[in-house]
């Protein structure tokens, strides 16, 4: 409180003239000095300035990271490796109000399987949006294979706004992939099992009873949304079909899906039977699967699909008949299916092989154009023989997994899990190139745009599954390990090692950032799930609160620093609806909203309506507050939620108590308003001297201040009113209520003032 007791004319100060008094006092270390005290070699400080991102300025690449068992996302910068943002997804985050709001809520219900809420979820793979095989940066999509469902993203303001549930499958593995212009959004299954829902068939119906499925999402980009009804699947056989990748260039409108187990080998070592590593994994070969997803899409249109589960799947004898399906042979026990940014090969890579493969489209396409197939599978899929189908093999060392591409041509950079190690390669020549050590047991790897037509080379990051070493430890369960290696020179130089400390991260995409152009803030009203206005939403000067039966609806604003309303009366069992809006226009000026003990919070991020529901069914008193320091009286925004026992009736009908003010307090009040307007004055001459129109984000806080600013004439009213009255406690306090309207415009006003010198605001006439 006191730091607001001293002058205005203070704050001024302090916030223009204190930066310049502090830099000289000490006599600084040179380079040297700390180059020794902290053991640093000349590699390691080349290392830094490579990563380091000076204070306010920016990363060139923004990573989308696989958040895990977590369910999340998290989002980091590269090359200073920041994290800038954890996304609820699959599961609830209590920052964002992800789970304990309706609205999103809503969203999470989406992800709800057979009744159930699922509260965790195994996120793999993220991709980005494209157009024309390029990033778009519009949304993200990324999969959960514990519980087969898929996300969409939208990158506008970084939120879920839909999950849907696979209809056919109990795990999935191979997706979110798109197509090159986000038509389709793909996932494989993985662990083969009836398709039919909540349908029984013993083991040993293996082969004829399970199966496994490629599934088309089909995207909606302009409602942002995946529909459901436009989408489909193709059956696959109890193969355990693993990754995929999309056709791009000649290769567009295929996509390729590797598998294991292509055995349908059924374990069960407590019956004497040798486990599912062992046969799993007898086989020299399994099968890429190669289908035209273009054709398949017409083949269900045309009604040549059956429902299963209210869904179209694609049998697989249709799909042998119309030739859209099929096999071809990939060593051993495969994990990687990537296809070039050119669109010509397919790059599958085997754990148990020590070579990766490198498929040609032009040979697969020559051999379904000749009828040339070695044989067929036991379910009538023609399988293309492995010499017809290869362009090359090349030996990179032990467990190869995935591939990523470079900017320069042909180059490749493969992890080796058993290794511990990242190959360069050259997937033209076959040439090895270099190879570096990573800390431990890499799985994916990623370069800057590295799946998309054109990647961005420079940067790539190891997506590491041990951490052994690496940091100060924190108990058994170690953090994830993603280390930063620079790849634009001809040997690659590991620059810096991350720890996540959320979930195993199996995948990450990286785009750069100017592709990126998130809102600041939503037109006031909105339901950011639904991206549309909240039917629900009030302005300034509307709010009410209304009860009919036993349920309260409370239509409220939040602006800085309180709550309209600040007291919530209900009776034991009440329903209550909160629909509050954040009147904010200024950046970051977030408000929470939470009630004691009712576990709800909600996240309120300028302009938007956010919905909170709960029964008051504990007599009592519960305060409700902002959870997030949104301005010097922060701790004031707070109310009260009055639940009152059935029938209670007031006794004492005594005004609340109030402070008692005196006509001097009243008087040093007013000058304290006065003094906090020539503040704001000059302020205001600072910024509308110069081109302050041309920065939409100051032009937001100019509106907000106005705001502020416009609520005074109505305290003044008041003031003056009551001071008429000689009610010295009322005049006081409408009093203050004027300055701590002008405390917010003028914090508003000065780092606008701010925002404008650092920006080179120009002087206007
Ligand atoms: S997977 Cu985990 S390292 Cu799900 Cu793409 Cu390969
Ligand atoms: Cu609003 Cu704190």
Redesign the pocket.
Known sequence: MSTFAVKPTVLLVAAGIGLGAASTAWSAESLQDVLKRRGLSQQDVLAAAKTYVPTGKRDEFVVFSSGGQSGQVIVYGIPSMRILKYIGVFTPEPWQGYGFDEESKMVLRGGRIDGRDMTWGDT??PAISETNGQYDGQFLFIND?ANPRIAVLDLQDFETKQIVVNPIYKSE?GGAFVTTNTEYVFEAAQYPAPLENQKFYPLEEMNDKYRGGMTYWKFDRKEGRINVKESFSVELPPYWQD?SDAGKGPSEGWSFTNSFCSERYVGGIEKGRPPYEAGCSAKDTDYLHVINWKKAAELVAAGKAKTINNHKVLPIDVAVKEGILFLVPEPKSP??VDVTPDGKLIIVAGKLDTHVSVFSFEKIMAAIKAGKFESKDPYGIPIIGIKDALDKQVQLGLGP??TQYDSKPCVAYTSLYVDSQVAKWDYCTGKVLDKLSVHYNI??LMTMEGDSVSPKGRYLVALNKLAIDRFVPVGPLHPQNHQLIDISNDKMQLLYDMPLPLGEP??AVAIEAAKLKPGVRYKVGTDSRTGKLSPDYVRAGEEVTTKTGNKIVVKGTLIRSHFTPETIEAEVGDEITLHLTNLERAQDETHGFTVSTYNVHASLEPGKTVTVKFKADKEGVYPYYCTEFCSALHLEMMGYLLVKPKGWKPTKTAAVAQAVYTEADYKATLKKVADTQAVIDSVVGFITSVNYKDFPDVVAMVEDATDQLGKIPEAKAKAEAAAAKKDWDQANLWAEQIWQYQVKAADLGLRAKTYLEQNNAKKVQ
Request: glycine share 16%; no cysteine; hydrophobic share 15%.
């Open positions: 793999h793979h294979k593995h990754l994990h990687g997994l995935h799985g994916h199996h995948y």
